[in-house]
């Protein structure tokens, strides 16, 4: 069976945690920040888990993360 190719796009947004769970970046965090309070700004550094819905799609794009 051929090499399964990793999908480039998909592996610069989602990144696999120690315990397989993939992570990604909020949304809204990278301009017109000024409007948004302190306290959402920073909680939009931290990285998410991505839901249910979506996993079985991201382990088909990467498939060696």
Known sequence: MPKLKTNKSASKRFKRSKSGKF?????????LLTSKTS??????????????????????????S
């Not at 998410?48 to 088909?60: C, M, P, S, Y």
């Open 39 to 64: 306290k959402r700004r920073r909680k939009l550094r931290k990285p998410a888990i991505v839901g249910d819905t979506d996993v079985q799609r991201l382990k088909r794009l990467l498939p060696y």
């Open 23 to 31: 992570k990604r970046s909020m949304a809204f965090g990278n301009h």
